[in-house]
């Protein structure tokens, strides 16, 4: 019986354990496995294997029984998800259901989840945009928040190392705050964006409209080949799951990377439940895990944990991990743990038409729009709020007359450019700040299926948030007016926290130990061999889209702990 239990311990012991199998998850498999490390996955959702595993990526429009829509039924048992732009028939079966895992808002919040392996790389709007020292910056200088321990020189030969693995498209601009990085060859501006760019860039020495850097093949590398991924289509059902892997997911790239080396063991239907601290050793052994289906727990154990939960998840085990050690949460000295939730404000629209480029019509589609990178309070502060934002762009040719309309004649009328002119589109992405007001806790009596507590969400806006949002309408006003266009019109788009699926914090990372919890190598200051490199240990949110970010944070502690490892520090 004893030698039975011995065997079986080492079974279930490996050199590195990997929770969760999302952007950051799918590098740091990638990254250990490639380093030589036996590395046990943990995804507490259904394994979704390439190409095989996408059940809508061919389908037509009319193919869909609700045409498209959810039915009222499932969005009425899913309230905070069904509001999500991703929440449609198309994609429905990649996001999680409310009634299926809980949570408690104690103020509006739309956690938007995708419990498979692959995460929501599948979802994501692979939009890539590296940081700069302004936003590294940015809490040191205004104070808000602490300081974040490392700036774009720590980061920037790890932004350049997964550019080129993962194929981002895009331009470069030769712009400070946003720099450039590894492109393959960049989208084009529609007609009118090029027109709006040429106007803004004539009227404002401090801004600059351009394309869109997004993570699709336009040209696909040697590397990529070797991935199985070729050239976008340009088809845009990119979150359906692209069977040609003309996007970057964990699914078409890292995951089958990691594979390939045989050093994985992945293992869907795993709920990690918590981290498992030894006292007498002083550091993590491993995590106890419950099987999604029978409900036991199976304890795992490694050298070194990496934690890729996906930012509030992460938040979720942390909390409950608890033990003499840490009575508060796993790592939780500083009393941070949950606490300076982060996020990006997507309230602020404003639309415009231009009457012009009649003789011009849309053709094809693109995978990403027009970018206004953020211009308010770099260098200095300029406003009466803090931090500041960029917008994503897009444009379209107002209608073609179809009506009354039919078979051939419907056809040859879709060709008939309009003469109409052009509509445009401006979507903010304001800069949250992270407040110890915006936290996240466990809720004392409910719990899940798994008996693990809920996660309470207690994070809204302030008024910074609104002042940046008028700001914004006023600006964007201004800057269509100026460049010829008419019919303005500002929007709020009254999305909540969570909504535009950009959570961050609550694990963050600083250079004091008294008032953070990961080190500039994203490792914990209380407890060595554990490592977060999701959106969690994020210290502040900056104003772009955060992914290509949690990838090159990812690669770099796992660089960092496989050499900490081998120099037997771990």
Same mark, same amino acid.
């Given at each position: 019986?004893?030698y039975?239990n011995?065997d079986?311990?080492?079974? $279930?012991?490996?050199?590195?354990?990997?929770?969760?199998?999302g952007?950051?998850g799918g590098?740091a498999t990638k990254?250990l496995?490639?380093?030589?490390?036996?590395?046990l996955v943990?995804?507490r959702?259904?394994?979704?294997k390439?190409v095989?595993d996408y =059940?809508?990526a061919?389908?037509?429009?009319?193919?869909?029984?609700?045409l498209?829509?959810v039915?009222?039924?499932?969005?009425?048992k899913s =309230?905070?998800?069904s509001g999500h732009y991703i929440f449609k028939?198309e994609t429905v079966?990649f996001?999680?259901?409310?009634?299926?895992?809980?949570f408690?808002?104690?103020k509006?919040f739309?956690w938007m #989840?995708?419990y498979?392996?692959?995460?929501?790389? +599948?979802?994501?709007a692979r939009?890539?945009?590296?940081w700069?020292?302004?936003d590294?910056?940015?809490?040191? #200088? /205004?104070?808000?928040a602490v300081?974040?321990?490392i700036?774009?020189?720590?980061?920037a030969p %790890?932004y350049?190392?997964?550019?080129?693995?993962?194929?981002i498209?895009?331009?470069?601009?030769g712009l400070?705050?946003?720099?450039?990085?590894e492109?393959?060859?960049?989208h084009e501006m529609s007609?009118v964006?090029?027109?709006?760019? &040429?106007q803004?860039a004539k009227?404002?020495n401090? $801004?600059?409209? !351009?394309?869109?850097?997004?993570a699709?093949?336009t040209k696909a590398q040697? !590397?990529?080949?070797?991935?199985?991924?070729?050239?976008?289509?340009n *088809?845009v059902?990119?979150e359906?799951?692209?069977p040609?892997?003309?996007?970057?997911?964990s699914n078409?790239?890292?995951?089958?990377?990691a594979?390939?080396?045989?050093k994985?063991?992945?293992?869907?239907h795993s709920?990690?439940h918590s981290?498992i601290?030894?006292?007498?050793k002083k550091?993590a052994?491993?995590?106890?895990v !419950?099987?999604?289906h029978?409900?036991e727990?199976?304890?795992?154990?490694?050298k070194?944990?990496f934690?890729n939960?996906s930012?509030l998840?992460t938040?979720?085990?942390?909390?409950?991990s608890?033990?003499n050690?840490f =009575?508060n949460g796993?790592?939780?000295?500083s009393g941070?743990?949950?606490?300076?939730i982060?996020?990006?404000?997507? $309230?602020?629209?404003?639309s415009?038409e231009?009457d012009?480029?009649?003789?011009t019509m849309?053709e094809?589609?693109r995978p990403?729009g027009?970018?206004?990178?953020r211009f308010?309070?770099?260098a200095?502060?300029e406003?009466?709020? +803090?931090r500041?934002?960029?917008?994503?762009i897009?444009?379209?040719?107002i209608?073609?007359?179809t009506?009354?309309y039919l078979?051939?004649d419907?056809?040859e009328q879709l060709?008939?450019p309009s003469t109409e002119?052009w509509?445009m589109?401006?979507q903010m992405?304001?800069?949250?700040?992270?407040k110890?007001?915006?936290?996240?806790?466990?809720?004392?009596?409910?719990?899940?299926? %798994?008996?693990i507590p809920?996660l #309470?969400m207690?994070?809204d806006?302030d008024d910074?948030?609104?002042k940046?949002?008028?700001d914004?309408y006023?600006?964007f006003s201004e800057?269509f007016?100026?460049?010829?266009f008419?019919?303005?019109k500002?929007?709020?788009?009254? *999305?909540?926290p969570?909504?535009e699926n950009?959570?961050?914090?609550?694990v963050r990372?600083? @250079? /004091?130990p008294k008032?953070?919890?990961?080190n500039?190598?994203? &490792?914990?200051h209380a407890?060595k061999?554990?490592?977060?490199?999701?959106?969690?240990s994020?210290?502040?949110?900056a104003?772009?889209?955060?992914?290509?970010?949690?990838?090159a944070l990812?690669? #770099?502690a796992a /660089?960092?702990?496989v050499?900490q490892l @081998?120099a037997k520090?771990?």
């Open positions: 019986m004893a039975f011995i079986s311990i080492k079974e $279930r012991t490996f050199d590195a354990i990997v929770v969760g199998t952007i950051s590098w990254e496995t490639q380093k030589g490390l036996r590395t943990l995804e959702g259904r394994d979704v390439h095989i =059940p809508t061919m389908k037509n429009p009319w193919e869909f029984p609700h498209g829509q039915p009222l039924e499932l969005k009425q =309230p905070a998800s028939e079966h996001v999680v259901k409310d009634y299926e895992h809980p408690i808002q104690d509006p739309s #989840r995708g498979q392996v692959g995460g929501r790389s +599948l979802l994501w939009q890539a945009q590296r700069s020292d302004y590294f910056e940015g809490p040191a #200088r /205004d104070g808000f300081d974040w321990p700036r774009y020189a720590d980061l %790890w350049s190392y997964v550019e080129k693995f993962v194929g498209a895009g331009n470069k601009d400070s705050h946003l720099p450039d990085g492109f393959l060859p960049p007609c964006e090029k027109h709006f760019s &040429q803004v009227n404002y401090d $801004r600059q409209i !351009i394309i869109g850097r997004t699709n093949l040697e !590397i990529h080949h070797q991935q199985g991924r070729s050239q976008c289509q *088809r059902l990119c359906r799951g692209c040609y892997g003309g996007y970057f997911s078409s790239s890292t995951i089958p990377w594979a390939k080396t045989g994985m063991t992945l293992k869907p709920v990690v981290v601290y030894d006292e007498q550091r052994t491993g995590v106890r !419950i099987d999604a029978t409900k727990m199976t304890e795992y154990y490694a070194i944990i934690l939960a930012a998840n938040n979720l085990i942390l909390l409950n608890t033990s050690r =009575p796993f790592g939780n000295d941070v743990l949950g606490k300076f982060g996020f990006h404000n997507y $309230r602020g629209r404003v415009a231009y012009g480029f009649h003789d849309a094809g589609k990403t027009s970018y206004l990178p308010r309070n770099l200095k502060q406003t009466d709020f +803090l500041g934002y960029a917008a994503s897009g444009s379209s040719k209608g073609t007359p009506d009354n078979g051939a419907l056809k060709f008939k002119g509509t589109g401006a992405m304001g800069e949250v700040l992270t110890e007001s915006n936290f996240v806790r466990l809720d004392p009596d409910l719990k899940d299926d %798994w008996g809920q #309470r207690s994070v806006f910074n948030d609104m940046m949002v008028q914004f006023e600006q800057m007016a100026k460049a010829g008419r019919n303005i500002t929007s709020d788009t009254k *999305r909540v969570g909504n950009h959570e961050m914090g609550g990372m600083g @250079k /004091d008032t953070s919890m990961l500039k190598w994203n &490792q914990m407890c061999n554990v490592f977060v490199s999701d959106g969690s994020m210290t502040s949110t104003t772009q889209n955060p992914s290509l970010t949690y990838m990812t690669a #770099r /660089d960092y702990a050499k @081998k520090n771990l």
